[in-house]
């Protein structure tokens, strides 16, 4: 024997399988026929907020132009604030995030008074914001807010009173104080909760400082700049929702 092993088989290499229609066949959609009583989410407010937002952005290096900027609107915080005691009072919500942003913008490596020749590079920043705002209801109306209760309560008791100035069938007459009662009642309320549906931006970007280097030659409109003022009007739409029992009637 050689002791030599066979050669290992070739994997085989799969190509296609993609056919141009798959059939399919409708399967009935059983479900309950009698009423029932479910806990789904609830729509309570449907609105587009509008947030300001004014910031200045230092780049790592210094730039001649900015070639592209893209946003991704993320929301960190959205907070239905209700005041128990005064359901019918004003209703805020605690809005908080921030806009990502990708610069693409251009460098200078060389140039002469013809062009400039250099880099694309990127900078991602998070720029911050937060407000508040008001909250008309024009869905369902959110749950009753329950507030915790402590209630104490005590037993009556009857005791013998022996010593001076007290006749021999005066009795005391009063509650309990070798003892202490309590009752403690805790509601765990429904937190309402949010979810985006759109958010568009509305931007105006400016470059501050714009100069030409001393020590380069460049055509005669070209400058070089490190920061850049940005305004943004951020338009978010959103929903408020909160889990409620709802009762589904039966079906026909």
Same mark, same amino acid.
């Given at each position: 024997m050689s002791g030599c092993f066979p050669p290992p088989k070739p994997k085989r290499v799969f190509t296609g399988g993609v056919q141009p229609e798959c059939p399919n066949v409708t399967v009935p959609i059983m479900g309950l026929a009698t009423g029932a009583t479910v806990?789904?989410? *609830?729509?309570?407010?449907?609105?587009?907020?509008?947030?300001? *937002?004014?910031s200045t952005i230092t780049l790592p290096e210094p730039a001649l132009e900015i070639k592209n900027i893209k946003k991704r609107v993320k929301i960190t915080q959205c907070l239905l604030l209700q005041d128990p005691m005064q359901p019918a009072g004003p209703t805020v919500l605690s809005l908080k995030g921030f806009v990502r942003k990708n610069i693409d913008y251009s460098t200078r490596l060389c140039s002469n008074t013809e062009g400039v020749c250099g880099d694309i590079r990127h900078c991602t920043v998070d720029v911050p914001f937060s407000c508040t705002t008001p909250v008309t209801f024009n869905g369902a109306l959110p749950a009753t807010i329950m507030t915790n209760t402590v209630e104490e309560f005590e037993f009556f008791r009857r005791q013998p009173l022996a010593g001076p100035g007290f006749a021999e069938k005066d009795q005391l007459l009063s509650g309990d104080l070798s003892e202490?009662?309590?009752?403690?009642?805790e509601f765990f309320n429904e937190l309402p909760f949010c979810e985006l549906i759109s958010a568009r931006i509305v931007e105006f970007d400016e470059y501050l400082n714009r100069t030409r280097p001393k020590t380069a030659t460049l055509p005669f409109e070209e400058r070089e700049f490190r920061q850049v003022e940005e305004k943004m009007v951020i338009f978010i739409t959103l929903k408020v929702l909160q889990n409620q029992q709802v009762e589904i009637p039966a079906s026909i």
């Open positions: 806990k789904i989410p *609830v729509i309570l407010a449907e609105f587009t907020v509008q947030v300001n *937002v004014n202490f009662n309590q009752i403690t009642q």
